[in-house]
């Protein structure tokens, strides 16, 4: 292993870059130099709280180091974009002087590629209490796309190491290293329609979502039903606790819009006793309800069913009911949504992820069984079609997203995000289900009416 100073030119011969090896003999061949900040890392295996190693987060995550390694069951993995060519690997790092710390570097693909097989590198960090460059591993990228890079403790890091930024040099004329802006993953979106003849004018909306086993990491948001004015679905909070969340956004952003009055802010009109209350923002303000002992579970579905009620007032009551595995409906709440009069025109679903540091773990849902009840004729509508869209996307980002038609379900849309694998879409369109699900719309209809009747008492003001 060999070591260099930090402060090497990246205008240096290959011959003073010891460590990098040229494709081809002759004379100098151009160095490109790559830098990725340390704190673009994961600390594995993913806990909230304390993770054992100071990583710095935030977006951007333009500044920040690995520092305070305590844990030495923690590792710290790194996953970049990169292109095809040969690559040396230096860390910036800093070591308590008379500390000989020792790692093991792990090279691999985020996803299977018969080109790359794993490679194993054992490091040793030596202290000398100053800044240093250590050169930590030669290899060949066969294919472009992602590849992961974990440090592994082989000895306690005893908080005695700062790393600062992996350097990636390549001699290489089209190599390439991307690091990827932020830790989350990309949010991915379906906007549901027909097939069918209908009017877009409906007011009562049905949708279903089941999580497979596996795919429910801390902080993921699989929202059902999405509408002109806010969102209902299901999240993951912590390892105990599990929400249904119902959102609805006021007339204007009072974080934004100075001009807003409180004519213009939703208002609780009722809401179950499980269902906690308050205003939310930085996305828009509004009122939240969520439920804490929702209780869902994975391999189960989900059912969610929402109302619209157009009022004489240039106002609209929003009513949010769900089940878990058909056990029974669960009534959320209502809110009154200001300057409206519209009835549901259709709805979309989103996966995110909101927590934002657990980004290389694949999330995935179905979401299916969806239909409108149109509000002039009470005809069900089955929403058969979706429209893709999702964030980021940029090449060298975050492409690792699927959505379409499933191919273990041919009845079912499914959405994946996270786990840092190529981008897939499938079928954006299934057969019309004929089907629709057996509902008493009286009993609801019945608490929207109670809920209206217990607008404005104590318990129900946001």
């Known amino acids: 292993m060999y070591r260099c100073h930090l402060l090497l030119a990246l205008s240096c011969l290959l011959f003073s870059l010891p460590g990098l090896r040229a494709q081809s003999s002759g004379s100098s061949t151009e160095i490109k130099q790559f830098a990725v900040l340390a704190n673009k890392a994961y600390a594995e295996p993913f806990a909230p709280g304390d993770p054992g190693v100071s990583i710095p987060v935030g977006y951007p995550e333009s500044k920040g180091s690995i520092s305070r390694w305590r844990n030495k069951d923690k590792r710290v993995s790194w996953i970049v974009y990169q292109k095809p060519g040969q690559y040396d690997l230096y860390f910036d790092n800093q070591v308590t002087a008379g ?114 086993e596996g795919q429910d990491p801390l902080y993921t948001y699989y929202m059902s039903l999405g509408f002109y004015r806010g969102y209902l679905g299901i999240q993951t909070n912590t390892p105990t606790e599990r929400r249904v969340l119902f959102s609805v956004w006021d007339s204007k952003d009072a974080e934004k819009d100075s001009s807003i009055t409180k ?10 006793p499980a269902t906690t209350v308050k205003s939310f923002g930085g996305e828009g303000t509004g009122g939240q309800s969520f439920v804490t002992g929702a209780n869902w579970k994975t391999g189960k579905p989900v059912q969610f069913l929402m109302n619209v009620l157009p009022q004489e007032n ?59 009840v149109e509000a002039a004729s009470g005809k069900w509508i089955n929403f058969n079609k979706v429209r893709f869209s999702n964030t980021d996307g940029k090449t060298g980002q975050r492409v690792d997203y699927e959505q379409g038609v499933s191919s273990k379900y041919p009845d079912r849309f499914y959405m994946a995000a996270g786990g840092y694998t190529p981008t897939l879409k499938t079928k954006n369109e299934m057969p019309v289900l004929k089907t629709p699900p057996s509902l008493d719309f009286k009993k609801f209809e019945a608490r929207v009416t109670e809920a209206l009747k217990n607008e404005g008492r104590p318990g129900t003001q946001k």
């Open 99 to 212: 500390k000989k710390l020792r790692f093991k570097l792990d090279v691999s693909s985020t996803y299977p590629k018969p080109e790359l097989k794993p490679v194993s590198r054992d490091l040793v960090f030596n202290g000398t209490g100053e800044k240093d460059t250590l050169h930590s591993i030669h290899i060949q990228i066969p294919t472009e796309g992602y590849y992961k890079y974990t440090l592994t403790p082989v000895t306690d890091p005893e908080e005695a190491i700062t790393i600062t930024t992996l350097l990636f040099r390549t001699a290489t004329p089209d190599g390439w290293v991307n690091f990827i802006n932020y830790q989350s993953t990309p949010s991915v979106h379906l906007s549901f329609s027909t097939t069918e003849p209908t009017t877009k004018s409906y007011n009562w909306l049905y949708e279903e979502i089941l999580v497979p």
């Open 314 to 372: 240039n106002s609209v009551v929003l009513s949010a009911w769900y089940q878990v595995a058909n056990e029974g409906w669960h009534y959320i709440a209502s809110w009154r949504a200001p300057h409206e009069k519209r009835f549901f025109d259709g709805f979309y679903s989103f996966l995110e992820n909101y927590g934002y540091t657990n980004g290389q773990l694949r999330r995935e849902a179905y979401y299916y069984n969806a239909w409108g």
């Open 263 to 272: 004519a213009d802010f939703v208002s609780l009109v009722d809401k179950d």
